[in-house]
């Protein structure tokens, strides 16, 4: 399926995709799970994403963390406060800043705790994206706070689009293990 446009297939792809995700993760073995990331033998993954996330729940938090960006950024422009997306002083050439935050900031959270937090925000998320219409999702120009593109662009991003992110970076774990 290619990326929604409607409220329908946001919903369905955000679903999808994290069962996926969490399929895989449920299959992961003891030795996958306790062995820390290690892509620098890979040329082709040079982001620094790649270097950044050590572990399954580093990947989790990272996910976790975007959804708060959304739930935060909707709830404070409908109050009438306009925000940016990313908070200041990130933007989307420094955002990388931002993840390093996260992750820093989470370092101490443990792996449970990232699931339960990531199960509760992922449910947050789709509550949120039905109390909007088709329209307010995935119209332009609907929110001014919104700028050029559609609301629901963004909820496909933080969800379905970032699960399937952790899915290939998890796949990928597996295949080194191996």
């Known amino acids: ?71 935060n950024w909707v709830q404070t422009n409908q109050e009438g406060d306009e925000k940016t997306f990313l908070p200041q002083p990130y ?30 925000s992922h449910g947050q998320i789709l509550e949120l994206a039905e109390s909007f219409s088709n329209e307010e999702l995935f119209s332009k120009g609907v929110y001014q706070w919104v700028g050029g593109s559609t609301l629901g662009s963004y909820f496909v991003s933080v969800t379905a689009s970032h699960y399937d992110w952790a899915l290939k970076k998890l796949k990928a774990h597996r295949k080194n293990c191996q």
Do not use: C
């Not at 040079?46 to 572990?55: F, G, L, P, T, V």
């Not at 992750?103 to 990531?118: G, I, Y």
């Open 1 to 71: 399926m290619g990326r929604p446009t409607t409220k329908k297939d946001l919903i369905e792809a955000a679903t999808a995709n994290y069962e996926k995700m969490n399929r895989f993760i449920s299959g992961l073995t003891e030795k996958e799970l306790s062995t820390p990331f290690d892509f620098s033998k890979d040329e082709k993954k040079k982001e620094a994403h790649w270097k950044r996330d050590q572990n399954l729940r580093d990947i989790l938090i990272h996910l976790y963390e975007w959804h708060q960006l959304l739930l």
């Open 91 to 120: 933007n989307w050439k420094t955002y990388g800043a931002m993840n390093v935050e996260f992750w820093k900031k989470h370092q101490n959270t443990t792996l449970e705790d990232a699931e339960k937090m990531l199960q509760k």
